[in-house]
């Protein structure tokens, strides 16, 4: 990672609670603009977004819904018990997961090929392989699939937390309102702060919508030298038709594509073609978007707050130099803006 992405977070400026919990309304976060062709900052809150975009926009949301991919469970003796991270559903029907012993080192509980892992007298998994390109997670096989794991994940799960978050929220905190198809690991967080009614404004305004699927993985391996690889998981990605002729359709009236969340960017960045031109696609993609990605799908994004050296901030400088997004987020961190899944909003356009 470059020099300019590793500033200083301070820990109060970590967002350990959703808005709602806080006394602002889910819709009332802080917005940070950053204009691409002047590179001017501004100030803004978030239910004033309709100020920053014009009729005949598109924002493109990803509808996925978050799973509570926290597991706890222990081999059969009981001796060995850890927390299961899902991070991603294979085409196979099996799950890559992050694996984290209870006790001690997380990665030192004998893990190894051949472990079941019990969760309930109903659902149980068996460990099958170390994956060869993410060596910290594992292969496991449910004995229950489909809708009936999906509904035992529901029973048993929890949202996956990180330690700058101050209590397990339920599940419902993180979710979009938007959200239908459940297999996001962690939360597609750029879209939370939207409400149906500043859906409803912005649709009267004029600004059009579109959504496409892409099932979110792990944001951390909880292994910094790992983490700092930013190596990516494949991730599941649907563009419909529906949703490709929209954006088609946005370009050729000379509207603005708004991808809401780098989850868009990677999904139809993967899925357009050299001369711009989106298809409706069901993939996996691994791609990694810097500064020497052309972008062809996209005009604008409006995401999170990233932490110092994490890979999303690559992404940004697809859309703006990289002494520019250093220099907003120095601007970010002295005006207060928080950080992470519950905290302030950046929109780049």
């Given at each position: 990672?470059?020099a300019?992405?590793s500033?200083?977070?301070?820990?109060?400026?970590?967002?350990?609670?959703?808005?709602?919990?806080?006394?602002?309304?889910?819709?009332?976060?802080?917005?940070?603009?950053?204009d691409?062709?002047?590179?001017?900052?501004?100030?803004?809150?978030?239910?004033?977004?309709?100020?920053?975009?014009?009729?005949?926009?598109?924002?493109?949301?990803?509808?996925?819904?978050?799973?509570?991919?926290?597991?706890?469970?222990?081999?059969?003796?009981?001796?060995?018990?850890?927390?299961?991270?899902?991070?991603?559903?294979?085409?196979?029907?099996?799950?890559?997961?992050?694996?984290?012993?209870?006790q001690?080192d997380?990665?030192?509980?004998?893990?190894?090929?051949?472990?079941?892992?019990?969760?309930?007298?109903?659902?149980?998994?068996?460990?099958?392989?170390?994956?060869?390109?993410?060596?910290?997670?594992?292969?496991?096989r449910?004995?229950?699939?489909?809708?009936?794991?999906?509904?035992?994940?529901?029973?048993?799960?929890?949202?996956?937390?990180?330690?700058?978050?101050?209590?397990?929220?339920?599940?419902?905190?993180?979710?979009?309102?938007?959200?239908?198809?459940?297999g996001?690991?962690?939360?597609?967080?750029?879209?939370?702060?939207?409400?149906?009614?500043?859906?409803?404004?912005?649709?009267?305004?004029?600004?059009?919508?579109?959504?496409?699927?892409?099932?979110?993985?792990?944001?951390?391996?909880?292994?910094?030298?790992?983490?700092?690889?930013?190596?990516?998981?494949?991730?599941?990605?649907?563009?419909?038709?529906?949703?490709?002729?929209?954006?088609?359709?946005?370009?050729?009236?000379?509207?603005?594509?708004?991808?809401?969340?780098?989850?868009?960017?990677?999904?139809?960045?993967?899925?357009?073609?050299?001369?711009?031109?989106?298809?409706?696609?069901?993939?996996?993609?691994?791609?990694?978007?810097?500064?020497?990605?052309?972008?062809?799908?996209v005009?604008?994004?409006?995401?999170?707050?990233?932490?110092?050296?994490?890979?999303?901030?690559?992404?940004?400088?697809?859309?703006?130099?990289?002494?520019?997004?250093?220099?907003?987020?120095?601007?970010?961190?002295?005006?207060?803006?928080?950080?992470?899944?519950?905290?302030?909003?950046?929109?780049i356009?």
């Amino acid at each position: 990672m470059s020099a300019p992405f590793s500033f200083t977070l301070p820990p109060q400026l970590s967002a350990k609670a959703p808005p709602e919990r806080r006394g602002v309304a889910r819709d009332r976060v802080r917005l940070m603009i950053v204009d691409r062709q002047t590179f001017d900052v501004e100030h803004s809150r978030f239910d004033r977004l309709g100020d920053f975009l014009r009729p005949g926009d598109l924002l493109v949301f990803n509808s996925s819904r978050t799973l509570p991919a926290a597991l706890e469970g222990c081999e059969a003796s009981g001796e060995t018990c850890m927390q299961v991270r899902l991070a991603e559903h294979l085409p196979d029907d099996s799950w890559l997961a992050l694996l984290l012993c209870q006790q001690g080192d997380p990665f030192a509980c004998g893990l190894r090929s051949g472990m079941q892992i019990h969760f309930s007298s109903q659902l149980c998994a068996l460990v099958e392989e170390r994956d060869r390109t993410i060596p910290r997670l594992w292969k496991l096989r449910f004995s229950q699939s489909g809708t009936d794991l999906i509904d035992a994940l529901y029973q048993l799960g929890q949202p996956i937390r990180y330690e700058y978050v101050s209590a397990p929220w339920d599940l419902d905190y993180y979710q979009t309102v938007y959200a239908k198809e459940p297999g996001s690991a962690e939360m597609p967080s750029a879209g939370r702060a939207f409400t149906w009614k500043l859906l409803f404004e912005l649709q009267r305004q004029g600004i059009e919508t579109a959504h496409i699927v892409l099932h979110t993985g792990l944001s951390s391996y909880m292994d910094d030298d790992l983490d700092a690889q930013h190596l990516a998981s494949e991730e599941e990605y649907l563009i419909t038709q529906e949703t490709a002729a929209k954006i088609n359709q946005t370009h050729q009236a000379g509207g603005r594509v708004i991808a809401v969340g780098t989850t868009v960017v990677r999904a139809l960045e993967s899925a357009v073609d050299k001369s711009g031109n989106m298809q409706a696609k069901h993939d996996y993609t691994r791609l990694r978007i810097t500064q020497d990605h052309k972008l062809k799908a996209v005009e604008g994004l409006l995401t999170g707050l990233h932490e110092p050296e994490a890979s999303h901030l690559d992404l940004l400088t697809a859309f703006l130099p990289a002494g520019v997004i250093q220099s907003a987020y120095h601007e970010a961190v002295q005006q207060e803006y928080l950080w992470h899944e519950f905290g302030d909003l950046n929109l780049i356009l």
